[in-house]
């Protein structure tokens, strides 16, 4: 079975700050990684993916995210903080042994930038 | 708009009532989803359609939930007999052809908020 885990319900950084929202992952063989964005009564936005090749993988909005094997995380990053970037950040994954191609969530990140 | 739209947007009805929610995909994509997400909590995966055809379903989907995409465009999912514990906020992605793309995003749309009195 794949599984997402999000350890950090709530992240607080300063605006200009770097920023990270941290992700593990649990699937047996190769995953696909995502990160989504979800802004108060919008819809789940996507903002990137992982499928293979270079570990450093750049989205939407300035935001990248960093796959790491033998630590199974799929950490979001960004090098400076806004205030707009204030929201929901969910984790996904799929693939693995079992080509699955429905998403497994993580429970979600809740990023809030302080100006 | 050429998104992923959802319609209604909001529900409420009484415990024991049917509903039906409506999904219309992003016009190319032939891969569809439906998830529900309650409170708190990451979207849980219910079912996907590739063109007409429901190719997963969740244990999830209880036998009084059903989905159809009839002509492999627009989606229904209906719940029968609806429980307070149906509320939920039910959403609907859609995705290209992964014979182009290994892992295509899914693109969701806003989402029907069902509330169950």
């Known amino acids: 079975a794949q599984s997402v885990a999000q350890p950090e319900d709530q992240v607080n950084v300063a605006e200009g700050n770097p920023l990270t929202v941290k992700c593990t992952y649990s699937v047996s063989g190769n995953p696909y990684l995502f990160w989504y964005v979800q802004y108060p009564n919008r819809g789940l936005q996507f903002l990137l993916k992982y499928i293979t090749g270079d570990n450093l993988v750049k989205g939407s909005y300035g935001f990248e995210a960093e796959f790491n094997k033998s630590q199974t995380s799929f950490h979001l990053k960004k090098p400076s903080a806004l205030v707009s970037d204030s929201a929901l950040y969910f984790c996904?994954?799929?693939?693995?042994?079992?080509?699955?191609?429905?998403?497994?969530f993580g429970s979600g990140t809740r990023l809030q930038v302080q100006p | 708009d050429t998104g992923v739209s959802q319609d209604p947007r909001h529900k409420i009805t009484k415990r024991g009532q049917n509903v039906t929610f409506r999904c219309d995909p992003i016009s190319e994509h032939n891969r569809l989803y439906w998830y529900r997400q309650t409170l708190g909590q990451g979207p849980e995966f219910l079912t996907y359609f590739q063109n007409e055809a429901q190719l997963e379903k969740s244990r999830l989907l209880s036998d009084r939930f059903s989905a159809e995409r009839p002509k492999g465009s627009f989606s229904t999912l209906e719940i029968q007999r609806t429980e307070q514990g149906d509320s939920a906020m039910y959403l609907c992605?859609?995705?290209?052809?992964?014979?182009?793309?290994?892992?295509?995003?899914?693109?969701f749309g806003p989402g029907t908020r069902l509330t169950v009195t």
């Open positions: 992605a859609s995705s290209s052809n992964p014979m182009r793309d290994r892992a295509p995003g899914q693109y």
């Open positions: 996904a994954v799929s693939g693995g042994d079992t080509g699955r191609r429905a998403l497994t």
